[in-house]
């Protein structure tokens, strides 16, 4: 039996939390039928895409071939069932009014739930990452009370995963910064506040060698295992199509070179990184701005590696996290799609995307360039590794995951070429 998908990529490839809108046609086939399953796409390039992302789970899907010419199946189509999508997702539009809903019914990602009731939010958990993360965060509130930067707790049912804090009175640092516009003055409160959390007084549990290595981890080993399950489609859009640039940005298309050049930069600079409490992850979404002006951080962490001691991590860290949402993570995460609209060229810059929202226009994935922030060039390099290591996280979204890892590569490239780390 076969399925014809007639070009609608990428809307089949998206998820509400847990597997895939294909992925959970194919398994319900699989436990059909007995044979294989032909999948055809019309679109040769989104033919190479989709048997790509089925490869990361060949034992799962070994039954499963992806085809783009249908001569290639023979005499099997006159003898084959041919499934059709569930109603609701099948056409181009429907499947965009289904994101479009996910994106409503859920904030800050799929894995938490959000309620609010009068001066509380209520946080629920929904999946294992999800209640391991609000464990950290609820030490963390616990142990660190005291900052006064840091959104206040009410309460926490760990049996039913809500994490229940006080409502701020304010808005997100990414919507302050769309009504007043002032990002050099919002990145300045934002970095006064963040050092108040650097500043805080924390009882190191690790030695400095585990210190050295989570750090490590984080900054290069990360990029290597965040990027390498979506190698196959970077590869594609780097050498098929010719890809060269990003928002006139030139990329380093060897991946192996980039990452001996952020090796070697990292070797030069560990020195300078000191560990301290952080945030974890102060992103525009998680910065917010009350009525007064003054910076409050919710859904703190800390996370950094596999250290035990609640909120280690690196001041640079924060810093970059946050500057990445002013750079263009935000409006990129709270699209429910996006789409690679062309792909231009120029004798001097080479191969250039452009991106469009759902919103219908057509523009550059950066929101304010790191070279107007009032930021060093380590912590743009930084910038330029949290877009990288992006890349399988969110691989349900191919489009998504190409554009946040070719416009990391922009970034650090750009910078370790100023730094001399790259030619």
């Known amino acids: 039996m076969y399925i014809n998908l007639d070009s609608i990529f990428p809307f089949y490839l998206v998820t509400d939390g847990e597997k895939t809108i294909i992925e959970r046609k194919i398994d319900e086939l699989l436990n059909k039928y007995d044979g294989d399953i032909y999948i055809y796409e019309a679109f040769q390039e989104y033919a190479f895409l989709l048997k790509s992302f089925l490869n990361h789970d060949m034992e799962s899907y070994n039954r499963v071939h992806v085809i783009s010419e249908i001569d290639h199946m023979g005499d099997l189509t006159k003898t084959l069932f041919i499934e059709c999508w569930d109603k609701g997702i099948r056409e181009e539009f429907d499947q965009k009014k289904y994101l479009m809903d996910l ?12 309620q609010f009731e009068n001066d509380k939010v209520i946080k629920i958990a929904k999946t294992e990452d999800a209640i391991k993360l609000q464990k950290i965060e609820n030490d963390f509130y616990d142990r660190y009370s005291n900052i006064p930067c840091l959104c206040g707790k009410q309460g926490y049912d760990e049996n039913k995963h809500e994490l229940i804090l006080n409502l701020v009175n304010g808005t997100t640092a990414q919507d302050w910064y769309y009504k007043n516009g002032d990002f050099k003055k919002l990145i300045s409160n934002v970095i006064k506040a963040l050092h108040t959390i650097n500043d805080t007084d924390i009882d190191i549990e ?11 981890n984080e ?7 965040r990027v390498n399950p979506c190698k196959k489609l970077i590869d594609y ?14 990329i380093t298309p060897d991946f192996n070179i980039l990452m001996d050049a952020l090796n070697k930069w990292y070797e030069n600079n560990e020195i300078n990184f000191n560990a301290c409490l952080c945030h974890g992850d102060p992103n525009t979404d998680n910065t917010m701005i009350d009525k007064d002006d003054n910076v409050i951080f919710i859904d703190p962490r800390g996370y950094f590696g596999k250290l035990k001691t609640i909120g280690l991590g690196m001041a640079e860290y924060d810093i970059a996290k946050f500057c990445y949402g002013l ?5 990129f995460n709270s699209a429910p799609y996006i789409e690679i609209d062309e792909l231009e060229y120029s004798d001097s810059d080479g191969l250039n995307f452009k991106i469009k929202y759902p919103t219908g226009d057509n523009s550059s ?36 995951s190409v554009i946040a890892y070719l416009y990391g590569n922009a970034i650090c490239t750009k910078y370790l070429k100023e730094l001399k780390y790259l030619k």
């Not at 994106?103 to 739930?113: D, E, I, L, S, W």
């Not at 690790?206 to 490590?216: T, V």
């Not at 859009?237 to 030139?250: G, L, R, S």
């Open 237 to 250: 859009f780097i050498k098929e199509t010719e890809v060269n640039c990003i928002d006139h940005m030139p």
């Open 327 to 331: 750079n263009g993570y935000s409006r």
């Open 103 to 114: 994106a409503t019914k859920n904030t800050c990602r799929y894995f938490n739930q959000i």
């Open 219 to 225: 900054l290069i080993t990360k990029v290597s295992t």
């Open 365 to 400: 994935i950066t929101q304010i360039d790191l070279d107007d922030m009032p930021i060093d060039t380590n912590i743009k390099i930084i910038v330029g590794i949290i877009w990288m290591k992006l890349t399988s996280y969110i691989i349900n979204d191919p489009m998504k």
């Open 206 to 216: 690790d030695n400095d060698e585990d210190i050295r290595k989570a750090f490590y």
